[in-house]
T-cell receptor, first 112, second 112 residues
Framework: GENVEQHPSTLSVQEGDSAVIKCTYS??????FPWYKQELGKGPQLIID?????GEKKDQRIAVTLNKTAKHFSLHITETQPEDSAVYFC???????????FGKGTSLLVTP | EAEVAQSPRYKITEKSQAVAFWCDPI?????LYWYRQILGQGPELLVQ????????DSQLPKDRFSAERLKGVDSTLKIQPAELGDSAMYLC??????????FGPGTRLTVT
């Protein structure tokens, strides 16, 4: 089955700096790559996603890049703010099942 | 904004007891998922429904877990008997297409 690895497990940045989280996947059939933000005691919230026919997608301060050849994708957050502090999960799925295979998460801390 | 509803939000039960969780997906979402999230890890799929039919329950421990979605709308996940290792967050998600899964707030289960 699909194996998604996520790095780093923890990330601390100062307010205003950029943060980058990277994921790799194993199944070449994977074609959908969402990113979720999870705050303490809450369910994961979809923040951005990308499909395999696109190399990059941006939404305000958040961007995701995908390299299908290398089987890796990344989340970029610019101009970080304290409210960006949360656990971020990457995931991958394919048309064969649709269920998401998640990475183990990155705990992001943005300090003022 | 429509949301996935789950209840209860928290449940404490003794081992060997039965426990049930309820999920009401976003209206019009035909696909419903139950995930289990152990503390410090990403969610893992337990069961996936398309309308009232089970699409994937390969990771559901069927000796003690059961799930149903009788009318293709809301769903119930049951554990009987509960074991200490079942302590986790149980998340429900729904989607209208193969992509963009939206999660509920989850049920935090503690088995004592």
């Amino acid at each position: 089955g699909e194996n998604v690895e996520q790095h780093p497990s923890t990330l601390s940045v100062q307010e205003g700096d950029s943060a980058v989280i990277k994921c790799t996947y194993s199944d070449s059939a994977s074609n959908y790559f969402p990113w979720y933000k999870q705050e303490l005691g809450k369910g994961p919230q979809l923040i951005i996603d990308i499909r395999s026919n696109v190399g990059e997608k941006k939404d305000q301060r958040i961007a995701v890049t995908l390299n299908k050849t290398a089987k890796h994708f990344s989340l970029h957050i610019t101009e970080t703010q304290p409210e960006d502090s949360a656990v971020y999960f990457c995931a991958a799925s394919s048309d064969s099942g649709y269920a998401l295979n998640f990475g183990k998460g990155t705990s992001l801390l943005v300090t003022p | 904004e429509a949301e996935v509803a789950q209840s209860p939000r928290y449940k404490i039960t003794e081992k060997s007891q039965a426990v049930a969780f309820w999920c009401d997906p976003i209206s019009g979402h035909a696909t419903l998922y139950w995930y289990r999230q152990i503390l410090g890890q990403g969610p893992e799929l337990l069961v996936q429904f398309q309308d009232e039919s089970v699409v994937d329950d390969s990771q559901l421990p069927k000796d003690r877990f059961s799930a149903e979605r009788l009318k293709g709308v809301d769903s119930t996940l049951k554990i009987q008997p509960a074991e200490l290792g079942d302590s986790a967050m149980y998340l429900c998600a729904s989607s209208v297409t193969a992509y963009e899964q939206y999660f509920g707030p989850g049920t935090r289960l503690t088995v004592t």
